[in-house]
């Protein structure tokens, strides 16, 4: 039986769970395994990962905080800045309404102007035209004088020039 | 003996795997002799250590895929002991972490082809349900002295039943570390000996041996669950048994 013992080692009699002999041998190394096994996580492992959790929640929170605030300060510059445009706005429309004015005045200044010298040009031309009309008058009237002088004398009808140049005159008038 | 062993051709011994042999020579096993006991549970604490601290040794904000794992781990672990025992007894997570990895690296590593698995022995599954009960019990009557015993008097019970009651519970409460260790253990030493039963026919059956090989294929995947599932019902019913010694309410 004990060389068969030897022999058949590593083979199975019933159940090796139920082989009463090892069992000190295992409970031991269990115990041993344990052991070891807790201190490595009590001692590092866990400690270890928990502080990693805990820093990873912490930077999370942190930079949501960062990005609450700097969302906040978007929303600000958002508003400064429409604020600054509604400001250049009627900035904008000031200086343009005030543009508009000065060209106005410009504008009547330079329609004013040009209303005196055209009427300084029309009273000019009028005086010319006046003076041209004149000229031609004296010269229709010298003309007629003369033409009725020398008709008259055609006519052999004598007569001074004076009473020549009243009859023209009266003639013209009429 | 001799005409068993030679007489058929069929060949199969389904519980050799589970024996425990000295890793050197083979003299008896005194309680200290290394033996594939203490091989393959020295390959669990190896494991565990690469598992939880060589893959955390950077203590990346932004986790490796191994941190991740081991995150992983903790969490679960963490999150089921505070769920089921409560806030009190997170006092016990690191010895709660330590069965469950101990449990789930030995179901996993007995699943190595050739392996030895630690867990399919009753002498260990044993030991741990025996410590479980033992820690409840005394951590029990010491947070809560003889209101401890309370937990077997069911007060909302009519006042007749209670004694029956009382009976029915206390021996429930004895009965845990039976159930909590040959739950365990008898899952993994069945498992492990259909594998080995089926691959004595894949050895016998020629080229019919396709059939018991998917077999083993398919069996393989639900050990694999059995592993997984038995680690996780080894750690909750031990969070459950917690929760009675540390926990405000009972039942």
Redesign the interface.
């Known amino acids: 039986m004990a060389t ?1 013992a ?1 022999a058949e ?4 009699v ?6 009463f ?14 052991v ?3 201190f ?3 001692r ?3 400690p ?6 805990a ?2 929640k912490s ?1 999370i929170t942190n930079d949501l905080a960062a990005a609450e605030e700097l969302k906040q300060k978007a929303v600000e510059a958002e508003k400064s800045y429409n604020e600054a445009l509604a400001n250049a706005r009627t900035e904008a429309a000031k200086i343009v309404a005030q543009a508009r004015a000065e060209i106005q005045k410009d504008l009547d200044a330079a329609t004013a102007k040009a209303d005196a010298e055209i009427a300084a040009k029309a009273a000019e031309s009028e005086k010319t035209i006046a003076e041209i009309r004149d000229g031609a008058a004296q010269a229709v009237s010298e003309v007629a004088r003369d033409v009725a002088a020398e008709l008259v004398a055609a006519l052999g009808v004598g007569a001074d020039a004076k009473t020549v140049t009243a009859a023209v005159a009266a003639r013209l008038k009429g | 003996m001799a005409t068993e062993e030679h007489g058929s051709g069929l060949q199969i011994h389904p519980m050799d795997q589970f024996v425990v042999k000295p890793l050197f020579g083979d003299g008896p096993i005194e309680w200290y002799t290394p033996t594939n006991v203490t091989l393959w549970m020295g390959i669990a604490v190896v494991a565990m250590i690469a598992l939880l601290v060589l893959s955390t040794r950077r203590r990346a904000i932004v986790p490796s895929r191994g941190q991740s794992v081991a995150e992983l781990f903790y969490g679960f672990i963490h999150k089921m002991v505070e769920d089921v025992a409560g806030h009190e007894g997170l006092k016990f997570f690191p010895y709660i972490m330590t069965l469950f990895m101990f449990v789930f690296l030995s179901n996993m590593l007995g699943l190595i082809p050739m392996s030895f698995t630690t867990t399919s022995h009753i002498a260990v599954t044993a030991v741990l349900a025996l410590l479980v009960f033992l820690t409840v019990t005394l951590v029990g009557l010491y947070r809560k002295g003889l209101g401890f015993l309370s937990m077997f008097w069911v007060s909302s019970a009519p006042l007749v039943l209670r004694p029956i009651l009382a009976v029915i519970e206390l021996i429930s409460y004895f009965v845990r570390p039976l159930s909590h260790s040959i739950r365990l253990g008898g899952n993994l030493m069945a498992g492990h000996a259909v594998i080995k039963v089926f691959a004595g026919f894949a050895g016998a059956m020629g080229i019919a041996s396709v059939v018991p090989i998917a077999a083993i294929a398919a069996i393989y995947g639900l050990e694999t669950l059995v592993a997984a599932v038995q680690a996780y019902v080894f750690t909750i019913l031990t969070c459950v048994y917690l929760r009675d010694a540390v926990g405000d309410a009972h039942h």
């Open positions: 068969e030897t080692a590593g083979k199975a019933g159940m090796p769970q139920l082989d002999s090892t069992w000190p041998n295992q409970i031991f190394w269990l115990l041993v395994t344990l070891v096994i807790y490595v996580l009590s590092i492992a866990l270890r990962i928990g502080a990693v959790l820093d990873r930077t």
